[in-house]
C-alpha cells in the first residue's frame, strides 16, 4: 500500500470527516438520545443523522445511509419519530456537536473557518446529494461553532451522497463495498457487526467480490480489488473536486487540520488509514 503522505485534498476531506464525525463519538450521545426518549446510542445515531429530512422511513434512511443493513436501520427506524420529537432531537444533536468539538479549539480562529466553509457550501450543486441538501435546510446556528460543524457536516454528508452514486454505479451494494474497504484496509474487521451484516450476508458480499476478481479464494484483495477500490475514491475526489480548491492550502484550511489533528490525537475520532474512510 502506498504509503506517501496524504495531498492538501486528501487532508481536506479527512479533516471535515473528523469534524463531522465528532458528534458520534461524543461520550454523552447515547445519555443524551436517551433521555430524549430514544433507545439509545444506535437509535441516536440513525435518527439524529436522517431527521434532517423530517420522519423517513426505514427504507428510506436504508437507501440514504447505504453501508448499513436494513434489519439494523429497522430496528431504530420509524420507531424513534414516535419516541421523540424531531426538532428536539436535531437540538441535541447539535449540542452533541458542540460538546464534542469545545475542547479542541483554543487558539483556533473558529469564525474565519466557519465563515470559509459556509462559502463553500453556499455554492455545491445538491444535484444527486439529498443528505446534504437536508443539512443544508437545516437553520444556521448563531454560535460560530454551531456554523462550523453545521458546514463541515453538510460538506460530509456531500462527498457521501457522490460517493454512494460511484459505487453504484461501479455495481456494489453496501455490504460489498463495506467487505471491499475491509479486505483493503481501510475498515476494521469489525466494520461487518458495526454496519450490522449477519455472516451469511458477509459471506454473499465477499464471493461476489471474489466472482469479480477483485478478492482471491482466500478473501484477499487482489491487484484488481486494490485498482479498482482506488479508481472508485479517485473518482468521487474528481466529482467532489469543485468544493475544495477554494479552501485548498488556505489559512482556514489549516486552521480545520488542526481542529482535526487535535480531534484525533485526543482518540475521540479514530485515525484515518492511508486513504480516505467511506
Known amino acids: 500500500m502506498n504509503n506517501s503522505p496524504p495531498s492538501a485534498e486528501r487532508t481536506f476531506w479527512r479533516s471535515i470527516e473528523a469534524t463531522h464525525a465528532s458528534v ?48 439494523m436501520v429497522a430496528r431504530a427506524i420509524p420507531e424513534a419519530w414516535a419516541l421523540a420529537d424531531v426538532s428536539a432531537i436535531l437540538d441535541t444533536r447539535m449540542s452533541l456537536a458542540r460538546e464534542a ?25 445538491f444535484s444527486g446529494a439529498p443528505l446534504a441538501a437536508a443539512q443544508a435546510d437545516i437553520a444556521i446556528p448563531e454560535d460560530p461553532l454551531g456554523r462550523l460543524w453545521r458546514a463541515a457536516t453538510i460538506l460530509r454528508e456531500y462527498r457521501g451522497d457522490i460517493h454512494l452514486c460511484v459505487l453504484r454505479a461501479s455495481g456494489l451494494s453496501g455490504a460489498e463495498s463495506n467487505a471491499l474497504q475491509v479486505a483493503y484496509g481501510a475498515l476494521p474487521e469489525r466494520q461487518q457487526a458495526n454496519r450490522g451484516f ?8 465477499q464471493d461476489a467480490l471474489v466472482r469479480r476478481g477483485w478478492l482471491d479464494a482466500e478473501k484477499k484483495i487482489t491487484a484488481l480489488g486494490r485498482e479498482q477500490r482506488d479508481e472508485i475514491e479517485s473518482l468521487t475526489d474528481d466529482l ?15 486552521g480545520l487540520a488542526e481542529l482535526a489533528k487535535r480531534i484525533r490525537d485526543a482518540k475521540l475520532v479514530p485515525r484515518p488509514p492511508h486513504d480516505l474512510d467511506t
Not at 468539538?101 to 453556499?122: C, K, M, N, R, Y
Open 198 to 205: 449477519t455472516d451469511e450476508h458477509w459471506a454473499e458480499a
Open 101 to 125: 468539538l469545545s475542547p479542541f479549539v483554543a487558539d483556533l480562529d473558529i469564525e474565519e473557518i466557519a465563515s470559509a466553509l459556509e462559502a463553500a457550501t453556499g455554492v455545491l450543486d
Open 24 to 71: 458520534y463519538f461524543s461520550p454523552g450521545a447515547g445519555a443524551a438520545y436517551k433521555a430524549l426518549g430514544l433507545r439509545g446510542y444506535w437509535s441516536g445515531y440513525f435518527a439524529s443523522r436522517s431527521a434532517a429530512l423530517g420522519q423517513p422511513s426505514a427504507r428510506v434512511v436504508t437507501s440514504l445511509f447505504y453501508g448499513f443493513a436494513p434489519d
Open 240 to 254: 467532489t473536486r469543485s468544493a475544495a480548491p477554494p479552501l485548498i492550502d488556505s489559512a482556514p484550511a489549516k
